[in-house]
């Protein structure tokens, strides 16, 4: 299972875009990527999945170029309820094993 | 509403009493999985279940036990709960997709538990 590497902290200013890069250098062929939200004491939830290219949902977008050895999670237009902790994790299909690496606390400021 | 219950939501114990932590979804999901989160450490997986009858270890079973009998309840058993384990303990579930991928999880509220 692919380890994945995140920044520890980012801050932004509502109202910009907001993209938080995961680097998964060893990432499988079977190996799809998904993003998660934390608030504090609150369980982590789903942003957004995806295995190449672009996906994109009501919420975000998630750019995975085609080495597949990163990928970008792009908020558009943050607003302060966007300040949260944000996780990129490595899931092989077939396996229900996931590994959660250390995330990415987002502080969005007024 | 679709949810994810766990209880209890919070519990105070002693080093060596059993305990269980019970998880059930309302989903019809198939897959489900404990996980603890730690200061510092952040989410890690206890145990998963990508089924009925199938359940698997995570990154960090040592000391749980699991059951998965029927869809909707996936409990989390301490036999001999230790010091260690005092943790925020997150249940969830979801479906798979076609490639058996684990997709769009919801947890559960979480159970604070303190070994003293």
């Known amino acids: 299972l692919a380890k994945t590497t995140q920044p520890i902290s980012m801050d932004s200013y509502e109202g910009q875009e907001v993209n938080i890069t995961c680097s998964h250098n060893?990432?499988?062929?079977?190996?799809?990527i998904t993003w998660y939200q934390q608030f504090p004491s609150q369980g982590p939830r789903f942003i957004i999945q995806?295995?190449?290219t672009k996906v994109t949902n009501e919420v975000a977008s998630l750019f995975i170029p085609a080495d597949r050895k990163s990928s970008t999670l792009s908020l558009p237009r943050v607003s302060l309820s966007d300040t949260a902790v944000y996780y990129c994790l490595a899931t092989s299909s077939n396996t229900g094993k996931l590994i959660f690496g250390q995330g990415t606390t987002l502080q969005v400021k007024p | 509403e679709a949810q994810v219950t766990q209880n209890p939501r919070y519990l105070i114990t002693v080093t060596g009493k059993k305990l269980t932590v019970t998880c059930s979804q309302n989903?019809?999901?198939?897959?489900m999985s404990w996980y603890r989160q730690d200061p510092g450490l952040g989410l890690r997986q206890i145990y998963y279940s990508m089924n009925v009858e199938v359940t698997d270890k995570g990154d960090v079973p040592e000391g749980y036990k699991v059951s998965r009998k029927e869809k909707r309840n996936f409990p989390l058993i301490l036999e001999s709960p230790s010091p260690n384990q005092t943790s925020l303990y997150f249940c969830?579930?979801?479906?798979?997709?076609?490639?058996?991928?684990?997709?769009?999880?919801?947890f559960g509220p979480g159970t604070r538990l303190t070994v003293t």
């Open positions: 989903m019809n999901h198939e897959y």
């Open positions: 969830a579930s979801s479906t798979l997709t076609t490639s058996g991928v684990p997709y769009e999880q919801y």
């Open positions: 995806g295995y190449k």
């Open positions: 060893n990432i499988a062929t079977n190996d799809y």
